[in-house]
């Protein structure tokens, strides 16, 4: 017999960054196709205290539990609860979905090494686990590449003159870091502290300090140059907690309780557009390739393009970057529409057609080949659509 009365959920999630606003949508997605939900959700943000409140009476919750009192206040309402944030509290439990960090190091690694970029340096805060787990990924990641990592961890007070002297152990921590050197940031602020703060020592961003966080169009934006940011999975971590509580609300066992997504996109902006590349004629075919990325292209335009033999060109190129020319021209093509379909709801043949494929069944065939996926599954992994 189906259930007639909809189930009470409450949501305790920021909603004032784009991490928080996504995840909730994606917890809408799933009750608008397997409700109805009665869904409570206030608006709030990431520093303000999130709470059920009282008098509330509802089947489940979905939380971003960030502090022990957060983790008991939660289980003193005797409902299931799941858990989506990526801060360690030894008191939470909870079933939960977080971000796979080493899925997220791993694609900031691959972002610099295709720059060129082969110094790594990462700016935390040692007072947070999750930026010290993310570290952690980072530098494994590091290794596994055969790059030089680096670390700088900020103090957690950074009001008044304690915020003037961090700023000014930073930029001399960036002063010393060998060039060029590419910089994760642990959070969208501390990417644009690491921008200013290069440029004030005379550095240039991208060429000399590239810098890369996390996503989020308003903030990274806000920077100048702008930020490059990691696409948080968030809405595909909003659907799985809301079909994780959904079980539980049902009485139903859980396949897994601790679930981690990974991000595979990468929205480049300004902060991170470099090629430290020595040979000039191989910086300039990779800039063609990237600032064609919507666009036919061939290996023979390039050459022809760069007055140079396609003989040599192709030699050079190999020897620069380990990976064929055309190699780099499908890589840089399906990375675009692989963001495309994680970020936007453009249809599937205008994504081919923006990603410079001749047809959308040439597309679906790469997309199949390259990733195990046709165009419209990975759509519905990344966004649950």
């Not at 935390?124 to 030089?148: F, K, N, W």
């Not at 915020?163 to 990417?191: D, T």
């Not at 970057?321 to 675009?336: A, F, K, N, P, Q």
Request: aromatic content about 6%; proline content about 6%.
């Amino acid at each position: 017999m189906e259930r007639q009365a909809p189930f009470r959920v409450a949501v305790l999630v920021d909603t004032s960054s784009a991490w928080g606003r996504r995840l909730n949508q994606g917890i809408l997605l799933y009750a608008e196709r397997n409700g109805p939900w009665n869904i409570w959700v206030e608006p709030r943000g990431g520093s303000e205290t999130l709470r059920i409140p009282e008098g509330w009476s509802g089947h489940g919750i979905i939380a971003r539990v960030s502090s022990p009192a957060m983790a008991r206040h939660l289980q003193q309402q005797n409902l299931p609860v799941v858990n989506v944030s990526g801060i360690r509290v030894r008191e939470a439990t909870f079933p939960k979905v977080s971000i796979d960090n080493d899925a997220f190091a791993q694609l900031a690694v691959e972002h610099f090494l295709d720059r060129g970029v082969r110094h790594i340096a990462y700016v935390g805060l040692h007072a947070r686990p999750y930026s010290v787990d993310r570290q952690e990924a980072l530098a494994r990641a590091c290794e596994a590449a055969g790059c030089d990592f680096l670390v700088y961890h900020q103090v957690p007070d950074q009001s008044g003159r304690r915020w003037l002297r961090a700023r000014e152990r930073l930029g001399s921590w960036i002063e010393g870091l060998p060039k060029p050197v590419g910089i994760l940031a642990w959070a969208v602020r501390r990417g644009g502290d690491v921008i200013e703060e290069a440029m004030h020592r005379g550095f240039r961003v991208p060429d000399d300090v590239a810098v890369l966080g996390d996503d989020d169009e308003l903030l990274c934006n806000s920077v100048h140059p702008p930020l490059s940011g990691v696409v948080l999975p968030s809405e595909q971590i909003g659907l799985k907690a809301a079909a994780m509580i959904h079980a539980l609300m049902e009485g139903r066992p859980l396949d897994e309780r601790v679930i981690t997504v990974a991000p595979t996109a990468i929205e480049p902006r300004a902060s991170t557009d470099v090629l430290a590349i020595d040979d000039t004629e191989v910086a300039s075919a990779v800039r063609i390739i990237r600032n064609r990325a919507s666009n036919p292209l061939s290996v023979q335009e390039i050459a022809d393009t760069l007055a140079i033999s396609r003989r040599s060109l192709e030699r050079r190129f190999q020897q620069s970057l380990h990976r064929t020319m055309g190699d780099e021209i499908s890589r840089v093509h399906l990375e675009r529409a692989k963001l495309l379909l994680a970020t936007t709801d453009m249809p599937i043949p205008a994504v081919a057609d923006a990603s410079g494929y001749g047809s959308p069944e040439y597309f679906a065939r790469v997309m199949k080949r390259d990733t195990g996926l046709t165009p419209r599954q990975y759509r519905g992994q990344h966004q649950g659509r």
